[in-house]
Nanobody, 125 residues
């Protein structure tokens, strides 16, 4: 069992930055691929970025490439999403996700083993 707790969301102006964190419980964190997904009001939950269990492979949706960076610290059982150049269209609830097997970074919503509760990110224009 893995429990995920996100933090770091908030309200920022367009062009601003935020860093989201996701703290995981359990000793098996380092065996899971981790990801960030987001859900805007009235829309489906979408993939944002994923990272392999070792941290050596990452994968991003096209609209955030060059602006967002996913990373992880297995010693701290934490995965991060550094977001820069934020745009109003990035406004959503951001969810942390864990998936096995750990070396697969191309996973979708139906593949996720564990979800966090979400953290709100609002970007004002």
């Amino acid at each position: 069992q893995v429990q995920l707790v996100e933090s770091g969301g908030g309200l920022v102006p367009a062009g601003g930055s935020l860093r989201l964190s996701c703290a995981a419980s359990g000793r098996t964190f380092s065996t899971y691929a981790m990801g960030w997904f987001r859900q805007a009001p009235g829309k489906e939950r979408d993939f944002v970025a994923t990272i392999s269990s070792s941290g050596t492979s990452t994968y991003y949706r096209n609209s955030v490439k060059g602006r967002f960076t996913i990373s992880r610290d297995n010693a701290k059982n934490t995965v991060y999403l550094q977001m820069t150049g934020l745009k109003p269209e990035d406004t959503a609830v951001y969810y942390c996700a864990a998936n096995s097997p750990g070396e697969v970074v191309t996973f979708g919503i139906t593949d996720v083993d564990y979800w966090g509760q979400g953290t709100q990110v609002t970007v004002s224009s």
